[in-house]
Each structure stands twice: as structure tokens, then as C-alpha cells.
């Protein structure tokens, strides 16, 4: 059974940093993309950043560029997302997704349609 599991969600203060974590399992990490999409109350879900399966390379959305940093450890089938300067504009639900597709462009990397495995998401709350 597939499976991505989101932690390290909480409350924090504006300008504080946070570090989420998804598990997974189920599946052969090393394969598959990994992104981190958010949803805030009444929007959409928006692309947050991504670390591609071949190369292990980062990708941000402008929003959080410079603030956040996605790393993998292959071996622990493990991505974190490393929040820092968060403010009251990151407040979401943050979920972890997985796909198993190179996509090998940024408007790949950042469409939701495009992986097809997903976590339960982990509340973040950044308090002003």
C-alpha cells in the first residue's frame, strides 16, 4: 500500500521557522518526484516546492523562494520541508505528494494533476 505520511505541522509565531516531514512508503522513493502543495482557507491548492527523482533538484514557487528549502534522504524514503521567516501568508494546509513522472518542466512540477499519490496534509498556522 502506497503511502505518504505529513509531519511537524503546528502553530507558530511570524518570523519563526517550522520543518515538515513525509514518510513514505509503499513505493520506490528514489523513482518518483516529490512535492509540496498548500491549501489556505477558501483558495485553491498551490504548488510550494518540489525535488525532482533523477536529480534531486529544487524547485520553488516564487512565494517562498529564499524562505524554504526541500531536501530528500533517499535512503529513509524522506522529504523534509525546511520553512523559515514564515509569515501569516503560509498559514495552510500543507500536504506532501508524490509522483512517479520525471516532469521534467516547471509547469509539470507544479501542476497538482500531475502526482498521483497524496498525504493527509499537516496544519500550519503562523500567528502575526
Known amino acids: 500500500q502506497v503511502r505518504l505520511v505529513e509531519s511537524g505541522g503546528g502553530l507558530v509565531q511570524a518570523g519563526g521557522s517550522l520543518i515538515l516531514s513525509c514518510a513514505a512508503s509503499?513505493?520506490?522513493?528514489?523513482?518518483?518526484?516529490m512535492g509540496w502543495f498548500r491549501q489556505a482557507p477558501g483558495k485553491g491548492r498551490e504548488f510550494v516546492a518540489a525535488?525532482?527523482?533523477?536529480?534531486?533538484?529544487?524547485y520553488y514557487a516564487d512565494s517562498v523562494k529564499g524562505r524554504f528549502t526541500i531536501s530528500r534522504d533517499n535512503a529513509k524514503s524522506t522529504v523534509l520541508l525546511q520553512m523559515n521567516s514564515l509569515n501569516s501568508e503560509d498559514t495552510a494546509i500543507y500536504y506532501c505528494?508524490?509522483?512517479?513522472?520525471?516532469?521534467?518542466?516547471?509547469?509539470?512540477?507544479?501542476?497538482?494533476?500531475?502526482?498521483?499519490?497524496w498525504g493527509q496534509g499537516t496544519q500550519v498556522t503562523v500567528s502575526s
Open positions: 505528494a508524490a509522483s512517479s513522472d520525471p516532469l521534467n518542466t516547471m509547469p509539470g512540477l507544479r501542476r497538482s494533476s500531475e502526482y498521483g499519490v
Open positions: 509503499g513505493l520506490t522513493f528514489s523513482r518518483y518526484t
Open positions: 525535488s525532482r527523482w533523477r536529480t534531486s533538484s529544487a
